[in-house]
């Protein structure tokens, strides 16, 4: 299972709307970073397949819920619970953080 991509029009149904946590991936195509962070971020997806669900969403064609939610800098990887944000890893991050901080959710 790798990470679906939403946009602003499918966010709400898919992340804010969702059974189970979600980790959304705040990227864009030109940052270095997020291309280090991506993946792990489909590690996890593999990892915790049924346990959670896993979202990139492209800041620059979606800036709508990046505003939203107050994204400065990417990567920016944001897990919802019950429709909330619960917490958020900012940087690219070693898998064993990412894993770490996800784990307090399920």
Known sequence: ??????T???FKEEVIDS???VLVDFWA?????CRMVAPVV?????QYEGQIKVVKINTD???????????RSIPTLMIFKGGQ?????????????????LEKYL
Do not use: F
């Not at 299972?1 to 939403?6: L, R």
């Not at 489909?42 to 593999?46: A, F, G, P």
């Not at 944000?85 to 901080?101: E, Q």
């Open 1 to 6: 299972m790798s990470a679906a991509a939403v």
């Open 8 to 10: 602003d029009a499918t």
């Open 19 to 21: 059974d189970v946590p």
């Open 29 to 33: 195509p030109w940052c270095g970073p």
């Open 42 to 46: 489909e590690e996890i997806s593999d």
């Open 61 to 71: 064609e979606n800036p709508n819920v990046a505003s939203q939610y107050g994204i």
């Open 85 to 101: 944000r619960v917490d958020m890893v900012v940087g690219a991050v070693p898998k064993t953080t990412l894993a770490n901080t």
